[in-house]
T-cell receptor, first 116, second 113 residues
């Protein structure tokens, strides 16, 4: 089944304790991105990646890191989480067929993170 | 930078009422337009999209949207809503200079049975 998976789905942690949220897609998609969703603010893009070893900042990258060592995986890393990073996080991927035209994004199930 | 406005933040309707959710964007060039739905506790799913051609786009579950270029709008409509349409709806716009779309803040729709 074609899908985007995220782990963990729920995480409660404390300020300063490094954590990683994994994201994996099995659709051979080139584009992957991370969003955070907060009430009244909608989805805001954190980082995106156009291909392996190619990543770029989105609108709210501060406090986050990503890596794209393999096409299927795009982990989100919080080196020193803070309470303002308490949010719902979504990973998404999309295909870039030959010619570079864009297709819609497929979203993962979300990771609800609480930083105490 | 591209901006996307969803003017209705919260909408409450009774079943069988008609729905129209507004979406306006700021980019003047070629755009790709999307509406996503997020049911309670679930991830975002694509409702419909517009890339080119007929500006009236039909999506899943009876939804449709009309692209009006002169108004920079892509409003979502459904003639008769159901209780199961209770969800959050996001408009997203991708302009020609970006690989990733910009999302609006979302509209929360509650449909009373």
């Amino acid at each position: 089944e074609a899908q985007v998976t995220q782990n963990p789905r729920y995480l409660i942690t404390v300020t300063g304790k490094k954590l990683t949220v994994t994201c994996s897609q099995n659709m051979n998609h080139e584009y992957m991105s991370w969003y955070r969703q907060d009430p009244g603010l909608g989805l805001r893009q954190i980082y995106y990646s156009m291909n392996v070893e190619v990543t770029d900042k989105g609108d709210v990258p501060e406090g986050y890191k990503v890596s794209r060592k393999e096409k299927r995986n795009f982990p989100l890393i919080l080196e020193s989480p803070s309470p303002n990073q308490t949010s719902l996080y979504f990973c998404a991927s999309s295909l870039s067929p030959p010619g570079g035209s864009y297709n819609e994004q497929f979203f993962g199930p979300g990771t609800r993170l609480t930083v105490l | 930078a591209q901006s996307v406005s969803q003017h209705n933040h919260h909408v409450i309707l009774s079943e069988a009422a008609s729905l129209e959710l507004g979406c306006n964007y700021s980019y003047g060039g070629t755009v790709n337009l999307f509406w996503y739905v997020q049911y309670p506790g679930q991830h975002l799913q694509l409702l419909l999209k517009y890339f080119s051609g007929d500006p009236l786009v039909k999506g899943i579950k009876g939804f449709e949207a009309e692209f009006i270029k002169s108004k920079f709008s892509f409003n979502l409509r459904k003639p008769s809503v159901q209780w199961s349409d209770t969800a959050e709806y996001f408009c997203a716009v991708r302009d020609g200079g970006s690989y990733i779309p910009t999302f609006g803040r979302g509209t929360s729709l509650i449909v009373h049975p």
